[in-house]
């Protein structure tokens, strides 16, 4: 008995660290890895189950599917009319170059400010 409380143990943690170091990127997304040593990696991740290393690694992951967006407005004509406009735009990211996009639109951190 007391065998099965000393290896539930490290059983536990080894099945904690597994669970958090895989991750999986959904269809229609892609992934991009945030590593705490090297910054963003050029690498885009594709759909699947992917391993990455707990602490060091971080997965981002992005929708790439088309997109619509509508655009109305109203203008006036020559006869003093009122028309009204919708544009429909489809939009996706390039696969390629989301690690540029995730490090252009994340915000930098907010400054520390220390009290004296």
């Not at 943690?13 to 050029?42: C, H, N, P, T, W």
């Amino acid at each position: 008995m007391g065998f099965a409380y000393k290896a539930a143990i490290p059983a536990m943690l080894g099945a904690m660290v597994v669970q958090s170091s895989i991750y999986d990127v959904r269809g229609g997304s892609r992934a991009v890895i945030f590593d705490r040593l090297q910054g963003v990696k050029e690498q885009v991740v594709n759909e699947g189950t992917h391993f990455l290393v707990p602490w060091l690694q971080r997965s981002i992951i992005f929708d790439v599917r088309t997109k619509p967006r509508n655009i109305a407005t109203t203008t006036g004509s020559k006869d003093l009319q009122m028309v009204s406009l919708t544009l429909r735009v489809l939009h996706r990211p390039e696969v390629k170059a989301l690690p540029k996009i995730y490090q252009v639109t994340t915000p930098p951190p907010p400054p520390q400010s220390f009290s004296p």
